[in-house]
């Protein structure tokens, strides 16, 4: 069906930047929704930011002026740029995406989850 796979996590100073980048691949006709979430150890899983297949874009405001959301809807592709991080950021973050898949004449339409990839600021 559909498989979504983030890279670009790892271990950064606190002030510092990184590109969490998650492709979608599969029998996908289009993609309404992507978003990036996170999750810390012993906390609910939260959305930090969303972006509308219009290019809409939302974000949790403790990211506010610091993330940045970007698609390419031909490779199927979100971006979360993330500057100035903090060590609050550290958490695992997962790539999200509302998906029509299947048949471009009678689609499916399901959300899916990518695997996780763990961000850590940490001087």
């Known amino acids: 069906q559909v498989q979504l796979v983030e890279s670009g996590g790892g271990l950064v100073q606190p002030g510092g930047s990184l590109r969490l980048s998650c492709l979608a691949s599969?029998?996908?006709?289009?993609?309404?929704?992507m978003g990036w979430y996170r999750q810390a150890p012993d906390k609910q899983r939260e959305l930090v930011a969303s972006?509308?297949?219009?290019?809409?874009?939302n974000y949790t405001d403790s990211v506010k002026g610091r993330f940045t959301i970007s698609r390419d809807d031909v490779e199927n592709t979100v971006w979360l740029q993330m500057n100035n991080l903090k060590p609050e950021d550290t958490s695992v973050y997962y790539c999200?995406?509302?998906?029509?898949?299947?048949?471009?004449?009678?689609?499916?339409?399901?959300?899916?989850w990518g695997q996780g990839t763990q961000v850590t600021v940490s001087s």
């Open positions: 599969g029998s996908i006709v289009s993609i309404k929704a």
């Open positions: 972006i509308t297949s219009g290019t809409n874009t």
């Open positions: 999200n995406a509302d998906v029509l898949y299947g048949s471009p004449y009678y689609p499916r339409r399901s959300i899916y």
